[in-house]
């Protein structure tokens, strides 16, 4: 196919102009092993290799957060090592040999954390397909080919652990997709070979959220994309995308919607050589939902593809379009999900050339480009970056904006009828020769930038929540941090109050400045990397008095020895009462308190009984959560002298005059008697 012997032809070329530039590499110096500290993120720029041709083409993010780096060792031989998510640090490294020469293509996690990879050996038969599956220590578990004279170029791992491998075979023409289906041991499940009369390629396949397959290539000089029924391979639908010129699909993902992103090259689009092409279909239906290329006047070559975890699109590859750069540089892109438009996009080169060949996102949001350099390092190396939300490395001056032309393209979706046979390959098992190469790994940094992620701790001390205050009060607040606290911003509904940039972090608040009823206090503390964290609370203010009313005593005439109780109606507008006091004093003396409690909607005291002719001053403070403090009038009361018994009404003098007038009335009515 002409589409795809160009860009061979590009490749071959990027390839010569490595080598020549790598002849004049001189190696920087290995830094020292970082030790991971908590709340600390590490971005960096750094080569692994040998003293040979070394290069990175696939990356695979590890369960843990580690690494997996995929290429070639020594120019001929498959390369895997794994190395620290955070830190970059190698933790093992080996090398694979099938043949005189082998070559990755694809790599595919699965789910119990081993690896599948695809490719191509070759020996003095001829080249061979290989599939083989790692343990994620490195360990063969198991390697096979497939047939002779035939290519993998990618491969998916489903949920289930059933592994899809695409590649290349001769079936209706000089080139056809070929489709197997594997079992997690590496035994043939189905297989079948899709294509007409020209070379035809697929280079990338995906799963898509209801378990449909779909492949991504070139059929003849168009861009290819059909979708398969992974349960018995017939084809769902296929079309065509391109214009006059040679277009075709590299790589192939699936949203979390179910649309499809294709990454292509395109000349029939380019601005002038060969763009990045990037289009987003319906998933069910293959129609367009949007179309654009990214390039310049130079070569821009698409390699790898992946989509974050809000729906952004990364697109890395080669570009020699700018001015600026050496001979070529990783090229990456992060471009809007829904619309394509760039979010932004930057180039990484030294003085030699540079090769981007694919990219991960982590799901907080990083970005790790892996490729090829021969700009540092010893001779030819893998390359990788670890890299910000931004793609950037703090500090690091091998990074620089690039300006691409962005264009929406006109591609129209063509229907492609094609043939479908089923094959006969059968799986052998073949000798591999693994040999431990991580000591004589070079590893090599460029940039390095510590990022203090941890956002500091921080808590409003004074006053608690819920809090009733009044007058003037201080908010304070616990900051701490993993590297220091800078400031902490005292907030009052969301007005700053008070900025303090040392401890202890406190503010004085005038509460009078806000109307009594609730209010919310908020701290936020910043670190020096300008992390954030806040707290918040909420009070009320009151700066109004309680309101006492209605104070009486009964009873209202007292007598020596009777209990005095009084009584009052105390109430407040914003809070609660807290508490009421009851002072009194007899006869101008000293004042005395009692506790007053609340009881049926009121407040009352007993003050206790008084002698006769006792003068009785008493008033009623009250205080409410906030602190207000309500004083009554002074009320007075005299005690009484206790009245003399009485008998119906008799006084005691009137009781005994009438039994003296009865005893004598008696003693004359004896003294008769007896005459």
């Not at 590009?10 to 110096?29: E, F, R, Y």
């Not at 489903?158 to 590496?186: C, K, Q, R």
């Not at 046979?421 to 991580?438: G, M, N, Q, W």
Request: hydrophobic share 45%; net charge negative; glycine share 10%.
């Amino acid at each position: 196919m002409e589409g795809v012997g160009l860009r061979a032809t590009v490749m071959v070329l990027l390839t010569l102009l490595l080598v020549a530039s790598a002849l004049l590499t001189v190696p920087s110096l290995a830094s020292p092993v970082p030790i991971a500290d908590e709340g600390i993120k590490y971005y960096w720029a750094r080569t692994y290799g040998g003293v040979a041709w070394d290069e990175a083409n696939n990356a695979v993010l590890m369960p843990d957060g580690d690494l997996l780096v995929i290429g070639c060792w020594c120019a001929w031989d498959v390369l895997a090592f794994r190395i620290d998510g955070e830190t970059g640090d190698v933790k093992w490294a080996y090398s694979y040999m099938f043949g005189e020469s082998q070559q990755i293509y694809g790599a595919s996690l699965c789910p119990d954390g081993s690896i599948v990879m695809v490719g191509w050996y070759e020996d003095e038969i001829g080249t061979h397909t290989l599939a083989m599956k790692i343990s994620g220590m490195g360990g063969v578990m198991w390697k096979k080919t497939y047939g002779l004279n035939t290519f993998f170029y990618d491969v998916v791992v489903a949920p289930d652990g059933h592994i899809y491998v695409i590649g290349t075979i001769s079936i209706f023409g000089e080139g056809d997709v070929w489709l197997l289906e594997l079992d997690s041991m590496g035994n043939i499940v189905s297989q079948r070979a899709y294509g007409g009369p020209e070379e035809d390629t697929g280079r990338a396949i995906t799963l898509t959220p209801d378990g449909d397959l779909v492949i991504a290539g070139s059929f003849a000089d168009d861009l290819w994309v059909f979708k398969v029924d992974p349960s018995d391979g017939s084809v769902l639908w296929s079309y065509l995308y391109g214009g006059a010129l040679p277009d075709g699909g590299l790589d192939v993902l699936s949203t979390p919607d179910g649309d499809l992103i294709v990454l292509a090259f395109t000349y029939s689009f380019g601005a002038e050589e060969i763009d990045l092409w990037v289009l987003r279909l319906d998933g069910a239906t293959g129609d367009v939902e949007w179309q654009r290329r990214y390039g310049g006047p130079g070569f821009d070559l698409p390699e790898g593809l992946d989509i974050g975890p809000d729906g952004s699109i990364y697109v890395i590859g080669f570009t020699d379009s700018f001015a600026g750069l050496s001979n070529g540089a990783f090229w990456l892109l992060k471009l809007n999900g829904s619309n394509g438009d760039v979010v932004w996009e930057r180039a990484y080169d030294g003085d030699k050339q540079d090769l981007g060949r694919d990219v991960l996102t982590t799901a907080d949001g990083d970005v790790v480009a892996v490729g090829t350099t021969s700009s540092f390092g010893v001779y030819v190396d893998a390359w990788v970056l670890k890299l910000d939300g931004e793609g950037r490395i703090r500090g690091c001056a091998l990074c620089h904006d690039t300006s691409a032309i962005v264009a929406p393209t006109t591609a129209v979706k063509q229907a492609l009828t094609i043939g479908g046979a089923t094959t006969d390959a059968v799986p052998y098992e073949i000798a591999v020769s693994l040999t431990d190469i991580k000591d004589e790994m070079q590893v090599f940094q460029q940039c390095w930038a510590e990022v203090d992620v941890a956002p500091p701790e921080v808590s409003i001390t004074n006053p608690v929540g819920g809090a009733a205050v009044r007058g003037t009060i201080t908010i304070q607040a616990d900051a701490s941090d993993n590297v220091g606290v800078t400031q902490v911003e005292f907030y009052v509904d969301d007005e700053l109050l008070y900025a303090d940039t040392e401890p202890p972090f406190e503010c004085e608040f005038d509460t009078t400045a806000k109307a009594d009823g609730h209010h919310t206090l908020k701290a936020i503390a910043y670190d020096a990397e300008g992390n954030s964290a806040e707290d918040q609370i909420t009070i009320t203010i009151d700066n109004t008095a309680p309101v006492i009313s209605s104070v009486s005593h009964q009873p209202s005439a007292p007598v020596e020895g009777e209990v005095v109780v009084v009584t009052a109606h105390i109430s407040d507008a914003t809070t609660d009462v807290h508490h009421a006091t009851l002072y009194y004093r007899v006869n101008g003396g000293a004042w005395k308190s009692l506790d007053m409690e609340a009881i049926d909607g009121g407040w009352s005291a007993a003050i206790p009984a008084q002698e006769a002719g006792a003068k009785v001053e008493y008033y009623v403070e009250a205080v409410d959560e906030a602190g207000n403090t309500a004083t009554s009038s002074i009320y007075s009361y005299t005690v009484a002298s206790k009245p003399a018994p009485s008998f119906f009404g008799l006084e005691l003098w009137h009781i005994l005059l009438i039994a003296i007038i009865v005893l004598l009335v008696v003693l004359i009515i004896v003294v008769l008697v007896r005459r």
